[in-house]
């Protein structure tokens, strides 16, 4: 049985990621076969007159799962982010990013094993922005009840089958009470009535974001609103490798969209010096996901395969130079597939 997933290589470093993503999963005989669509920059290069076709959201509804590269989104003037179009749209509610240690790539800390859980369709990413008067703007933070409420159902559900034991709500209910104060009120309330049994506590996240650098193994699950967990998931990059080595997922209740939480890093396009990694790892994700939702078990064994293979190309010192290597794109592609077997 095989799988159809939508790939989208997005901007920047995006096709190269992708490129090199694909030829590991083919190598590893996942069962995927993809349909590739843009969005981004990509998708006007491409003839469409649009940042997100239709055809490309039509295209996640119909299969369900994609794999998406980054999407170029101009600072300040410009065009609204394409990836918040996306997860609106698709009413990718939920983000988990997990951010791990990995063997072979020495940073400040060690035994990181932590997983970011992002609301991902409100908060200050509602793109409400008004001029008041001359010199004076107003940027909404929007927060519902139903959305603070499923992302908090979300996080202890995924809490419970993963048998994580604790999640943090990040928040500044102190000073945003009324926003950041639902989150926590609708967090807390689902820790009491359905999920007793996982821990749960609340911090300020200035406070929060001290504690995580100074012994990050004290947390587990991070649950936050969509611009915390923005910033949190960047720092929390940096203490396992960086961009180049954090993956990522945003879930609705149908569809799954797989990317990593790095952008297209204009800085090193076209070089062949991006780590294909975060997107590799997010592609594993996307195999476990399809695994659990289809009880395919060769998704479950190609994950498997490539975790074990891209572990041990890292325990080599096969890396790119992000993570202190000297192999490009394609060759830590190669040497994943080197590993594949053996
Ligand atoms: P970025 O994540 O693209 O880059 C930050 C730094 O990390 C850069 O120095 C870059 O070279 C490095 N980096 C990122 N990914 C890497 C990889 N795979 N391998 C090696 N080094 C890597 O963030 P930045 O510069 O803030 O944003 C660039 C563009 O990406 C912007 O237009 C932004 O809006 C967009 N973006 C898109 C995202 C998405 O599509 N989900 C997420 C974040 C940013």
Known sequence: ?????????????????????????????????????HAGEAALAAGHNELLPKETVEAIRQYKYALKGPCTTPVGGGF??????????LKLYAAVRPVRSLPGVKTRYENVD??????NTEGLYSGVENDITDGV?????????????????????????????KITAFHKANIMKMSDGMFIEESR???ERDYPNIKYNEMII?????????????????????????????????MVGGLGATPGA????????FEAVHGSAPDIAGQDKANPLALLMSATMMLNHIHTSEADEAC??????????????LHDGKTTGDLGGELGTEGFAQAVIERLNG
Request: proline fraction near 4%.
């Open 114 to 119: 932590l997983v970011i859980v992002r609301e």
């Open 137 to 165: 703007v107003c940027s909404m933070k929007v927060a519902t009840r139903p959305a603070c409420h499923r992302i908090a159902m979300w996080a202890f559900r995924y809490a419970t089958h993963r048998q994580r034991t």
């Open 300 to 313: 479950a064994k190609a994950a498997l395969k490539i975790k074990n293979a891209y572990n041990s190309a």
């Open 1 to 37: 049985m095989s799988h159809t997933v939508v790939m989208i290589p997005g901007d920047g470093i995006g096709p190269e990621v992708s490129r090199a993503v694909r030829l590991i999963l083919a190598a590893a005989d996942a069962p995927l076969e993809f349909v590739e669509h």
């Open 250 to 257: 945003n879930f609705g209740d149908t569809e799954a969209v």
């Open 189 to 191: 309330k689902v820790h």
């Open 80 to 89: 609204r982010s394409v990836n918040v179009a996306l997860r609106k749209t």
């Open 206 to 238: 200035d406070a929060a974001c001290m504690r995580l650098v100074q012994d990050p193994t004290q947390f587990d699950i991070l649950l936050c609103e969509n611009l915390y967990g923005d910033i949190v998931s960047d720092l929390c990059a940096g």
